[in-house]
């Protein structure tokens, strides 16, 4: 569509003159931002410094659209357009069209009212609970400092418009293409759309460096800039947009997949069969057709994407309430299936609130010029203000007025140093702050043995250590790491940040729940060998960022499965430690909150960060807690293995009853001179019966279930289809002779006994497969209770009514339902005997 049509069909009920104040899409694409003056452009973007007003921003928004590199809503058309356009529901139609064009029309209505039912019943279930997990989303979807009305506001990256201002400080997220027009001492990470390693340096004044991009973040620095591009139409969007979709795929769909994968084949089997005997045996060619695909509707788990939105929307709205946000529907369940987690311990097994506890000199003497230096370095930065800068802004007041900053030369997980320019009394100086390693190498090597000597005695009680330095330096545009030499350390100071109190309780509780929490830190190895060995994580192996380095992939995941703490780490090492854990066959999970973190989140099964973390981490996460500490995540995960249970229960009810089932009516539709069920009976005992699971998403989990990680496993989703199909099969089989021999049943009655005893079996066997325990000491939900016996009794029912009538069901004698109710007993005896080998359970 043309920009032109666009803006008539928008505007058109529009007043003329509000129209001509937007500006249009197409010519505000066309202008290169960097290298013109920034008042043309202001103008060319009809806004100003004061930014647009709110009433501007709606009416752009509504042709430029969201601001979003993808669309992530789906609207309700998207959600019921595969539902509609599932192969067996397109087969059943024209199904039943054939079936009207015979004659037929009691099947072909019965038919469509089923399919259309089953559509009715799926999408609704499925849109509602993506509403739900859009919902949830929502709440911590990134946002933007944002200039509207001429104050400034907070609002979701989606609304924002060409000719918005914003605002960056170091941790954001850039959420639109930019040019800035106000900037100081700004550093963007650019790494995912450029490759570079290292922050880029920007500058409103250069034409060169004066324009930022959606999908980089800002590393240090502040600065206002004019929104020039949005959405798709941004410089990198497509890049943008296939970077937010190129996440491994998890074990969750990875299951799913191969689930799926094995239905397919044995309904393709089954089908090919029934086929195959309908011809040779000269069977009506019609019925047949309808024969087969009503057993491979019956088969089909055609409920399974319904019950699986459902049952992860459900378990998404429980954690939320538990202070854990979804942010993907598909890591509920990875989070279950987590074994490995791998956190910082700054916030997890600390509270992340340091005090300073001493400023020393290199000979370890008190020293007040360190503080007072750690304090302007601190106060001028405009990185990220940790933990440490608050402590030191905590400790010493500092006036600014005398002294001017000239430069700054940001934090990176390379140098682990951040150093500022600064004039004070006509004399430059660099001071430079970090960790003591680093400093201590831009010193004097005549200095360093005292100096190391020093910082390992002040690590060694466990207290975190930062160095001091400065440097005279010579007047100079621009100031870079290559000034960071030939420093004076100062001295170090010391932080307490004490171990929380519920860390070893949370860690213990982790543990017992079959997940081992690693601790992949920056910090130095005899700090975070302190920390852990006070919470009871096993710190007598640590292994080292520089150890790392020397590794093979292979040989750093056999190290890794054997360490629990690593140390002087850079991001990239995370990472490289988070991939060999996967390659091994664990399902890692990644807490961070810092820009450092994004890598190692988005390589992990299940990226984690927490509410208050930088909008880099939170974006890249797929789990955010809005409370700190283990104890949250272990609900969460807890909450995760429930989902997954009900998921599971659902899949092993499909792959074992209805298969026994499908499979019986597969082998007598070769002995009987009938067919043992009509094809409209089979879909509507298959209706009845995916009724009778619709509960299953609220229903309980047994404790036991959820106390190790909960993982896909094909193999025993085929041993429940091989041991408790064939049962149910050998209890069809039973029914059949008892309805020919017994009860010398005619064709309508033999029918109508199976369509019972089948529904009957098939929903009740669900109260024995539910759970690994006994049946009876492990209570189902209410609501699941009431759904499977009430189906039951519509199943007895049906026959003595006119809907019976209508798909050829006739009323059954009085003791028939004797000998329905002592098999039914007998079936459901059988399969627990039998589930409980199947499953490995001991018989208490």
């Known amino acids: 569509m043309g920009c032109g049509r666009s803006r008539r069909k928008v505007y058109a009920n529009l007043d003329a003159r509000v129209v001509a104040t937007i500006p249009d899409t197409q010519q505000v694409i066309a202008i290169t931002p960097a290298r013109q003056p920034i008042d043309e452009l202001l103008r060319a973007l009809q806004t100003s410094a004061t930014g647009l007003t709110s009433d501007e921003a709606a009416i752009r928004l509504r042709i430029a659209g969201p601001n979003e590199p993808k669309i992530e809503r789906l609207p309700a058309w998207k959600t019921i357009l595969p539902l509609v356009a599932d192969p067996l529901v397109i087969i059943l139609f024209i199904a039943s069209i054939v079936a009207a064009a015979a004659g037929e029309l009691t099947d072909a209505v019965i038919i469509q009212t089923m399919v259309l039912l089953s559509v009715i019943l799926n999408f609704t279930q499925t849109f509602r609970s993506h509403r739900a997990a859009e919902r949830l989303r929502d709440t911590v979807g990134p946002t933007a400092a944002v200039l509207r009305d001429g104050k400034w506001t907070v609002l979701s990256r989606a609304d924002l418009v060409p000719g918005d201002i914003i605002r960056l400080a170091a941790g954001d997220l850039i959420p639109a293409d930019a040019r800035l027009f106000v900037s100081r001492d700004l550093h963007v990470y650019e790494a995912a759309l450029t490759g570079e390693s290292m922050p880029a340096e920007k500058e409103a004044e250069d034409v060169e460096r004066n324009s930022v991009f959606m999908g980089t973040s800002v590393v240090s620095g502040t600065a206002e800039a004019v929104v020039v591009r949005t959405g798709r139409e941004t410089a990198f969007g497509d890049v943008v947009a296939r970077l937010s979709a190129q996440r491994p795929e998890s074990e969750f769909e990875r299951g799913t997949r191969h689930f799926s994968t094995f239905i397919v084949q044995t309904i393709f089997v089954l089908v090919m069969f029934v086929m195959l005997v309908s011809i040779i045996l000269h069977r009506d060619p019609l019925q047949s057709i309808l024969f087969a695909l009503a057993l491979a509707v019956g088969l089909a788990p055609e409920f399974f994407p319904m019950i699986r939105s459902v049952t992860l929307a459900r378990g998404a709205v429980r954690m939320a309430r538990r202070s854990v946000i979804v942010k993907h529907l598909p890591a509920i369940q990875n989070f279950g299936s987590i074994d490995i987690l791998c956190s910082d311990k700054t916030g997890t097994l600390t509270s992340g609130k340091m005090s300073l506890i001493d400023t020393v000199d290199p000979a370890g003497a008190h020293s007040d010029e360190v503080l007072r230096l750690a304090a302007i370095n601190s106060s001028l930065q405009t990185g990220i203000r940790g933990p440490f800068d608050e402590a030191i802004a905590r400790a010493f007041t500092l006036d600014c007025a005398p002294i001017k900053k ?294 309980r989990v047994d404790a036991t279930y959820m106390q190790k990680p909960q993982r896909w496993d094909i193999a025993t989703i085929r041993r429940f289809m091989l041991f408790i199909g064939p049962i149910s099969s050998i209890f069809d089989f039973t029914t059949f002779w008892v309805l020919l021999a017994v009860f010398h049943s005619s064709a309508a009655t033999f029918q109508t006994g199976w369509f019972v005893e089948s529904l009957a079996t098939q929903t009740l066997v669900l109260f024995v497969i539910r759970t690994a325990a006994n049946p009876l000491r492990s209570r189902p939900s209410p609501a699941l209770l009431i759904t499977g016996i009430s189906i039951v009794l519509v199943a007895i029912a049906i026959p003595f009514t006119a809907l019976g009538a209508r798909v050829g069901l006739v009323p059954l004698p009085a003791r028939y339902f004797v000998f329905l109710s002592a098999v039914t007993a007998c079936y459901l005896v059988l399969v627990e005997i039998v589930k409980r080998r199947v499953m490995g359970v001991k018989v208490k």
Do not use: W
């Open 406 to 699: 000239l430069d700054e030369i940001p934090f990176d997980f390379e140098r682990r140093i951040v150093s500022v320019v600064i004039e004070e009394e006509g004399q430059r100086y660099l001071i430079a702050k970090g960790a003591p390693e680093s400093v201590i190498d831009r010193c004097p090597l005549a200095t360093r043995e005292t100096a190391i000597a020093t910082a390992k005695r002040l690590g060694s009680s466990g207290s975190r250590v930062l160095a001091v330095a400065r440097r005279a330096v010579p007047v100079a545009d621009r100031y870079d790491r290559t000034s960071e030499s030939n420093l004076d350390l100062v001295g170090y100071l010391t932080f307490n940040d004490p171990p929380l109190a519920t860390a070893a309780t949370a860690l213990a509780a982790l543990r017992d729940d079959g997940v081992e929490v690693k601790i992949l830190t920056g910090d130095s190895e005899l700090v975070t060998r302190n920390v852990c060995a006070a919470v009871g994580i096993p710190a007598a192996s640590v292994l080292l960022g520089s150890d790392i380095e020397r590794m093979t992939d292979g040989a750093l995941g056999s190290a890794a499965e054997e360490t629990s703490v690593f140390a002087r780490l850079n991001p990239a090492q995370k990472t490289r430690i988070v991939l060999a854990l996967k390659a091994r066959g664990h399902v890692v999970g990644f807490l961070g909150d810092g820009i450092n973190d994004a890598p190692s989140l988005r390589a992990s099964d299940v990226g984690i960060s927490v509410a208050n973390a930088v909008g880099v981490a939170r974006e890249a996460a797929e789990i955010i807690l809005l409370e700190p500490g283990l104890e949250v995540l272990h609900r969460g995960i807890r909450e995760g293995r429930a989902a997954f249970g009900n998921v599971m229960k659902y899949v092993l009810m499909e792959t074992s009853s209805n298969f026994g089932n499908m499979f019986s009516m597969a082998a007598a539709s070769i002995v009987l001179p009938f067919l043992p069920m009509l094809p409209t009976q089979i879909l509507l005992n298959n209706f009845l019966y995916d009724l009778s699971q619709i509960t299953i998403p609220g229903d």
